[in-house]
T-cell receptor
Framework: EAGVAQSPRYKIIEKRQSVAFWCNPI?????LYWYQQILGQGPKLLIQ????????DSQLPKDRFSAERLKGVDSTLKIQPAKLEDSAVYLC???????????FGPGTRLTVT | AQSVSQHNHHVILSEAASLELGCNYS??????LFWYVQYPGQHLQLLLK??????LVKGIKGFEAEFIKSKFSFNLRKPSVQWSDTAEYFC?????????????FGQGTTLQVKP
């Protein structure tokens, strides 16, 4: 089966600009996650969707970050405006109901200058 | 607060040496535990997982991990490493009552295997 797809793979923007990332989960996976991985650290959950509903967004900086998962499939994560500290790899993952195993995409490496 | 701690940031081994990477979690309740690996240039992949049952879990590529509840530990082991095991390894924990819950990751351990 095809894996989790993400685009773009790399993005360089200036601070205060906006950026959007796209994720297509594995077919049939109801749960979708966005993680932020800062250099030298493990991934940290930003937001979790179950179908098109938000399950957990407690660590999402809502003043600048937003995410949606229309129709319960693809998802987009947006940052507006970006700050220097947003430089990180943004990982999308998905899981099938009842399995516990999360499958990760290749990530988008964001550099904010 | 829930947390996962990995003891070693960077480990360097020669081929055929034995490997043990430490992982401790801080969590009050049932927990699911995972080890993920990220090879250079590749995405995170699951090595092995523990949900319940036999505390000694075997994963892919000869890796295994032991869940010791009394020590809140889930250490990763491999009896003989290969150069191809060079990668970054992440331990992660998940609330055991929900197998779709978020993963809480440790900071990762970079393993370098010298040929």
């Amino acid at each position: 089966e095809a894996g989790v797809a993400q685009s773009p793979r790399y993005k360089i923007i200036e601070k205060r600009q906006s950026v959007a990332f796209w994720c297509n989960p594995i077919s049939g996976h109801a749960t979708l996650y966005w993680y932020q991985q800062i250099l030298g650290q493990g991934p940290k959950l930003l937001i979790q969707f179950q179908n098109n509903g938000v399950v957990d967004d407690s660590q999402l900086p809502k003043d600048r970050f937003s995410a949606e998962r229309l129709k319960g499939v693809d998802s987009t994560l947006k940052i507006q405006p970006a700050k220097l500290e947003d430089s990180a790899v943004y990982l999308c993952a998905s899981s099938r109901q009842g399995t516990g195993e999360q499958y990760f995409g290749p990530g988008t490496r964001l550099t904010v200058t | 607060a829930q947390s996962v701690s990995q003891h070693n940031h960077h480990v360097i081994l020669s081929e055929a040496a034995s490997l043990e990477l430490g992982c401790n979690y801080s969590y009050g309740g049932t927990v699911n535990l995972f080890w993920y690996v990220q090879y250079p240039g590749q995405h995170l992949q699951l090595l092995l997982k523990y949900f319940s049952g036999d505390p000694l879990v075997k994963g892919i590529k000869g890796f295994e991990a032991e869940f010791i509840k009394s020590k809140f530990s889930f250490n990763l082991r491999k009896p003989s490493v290969q150069w191809s095991d060079t990668a970054e390894y992440f331990c992660a924990a998940q609330h055991g009552s929900s197998n779709t819950g978020k993963l809480i990751f440790g900071q990762g351990t970079t393993l370098q295997v010298k040929p």
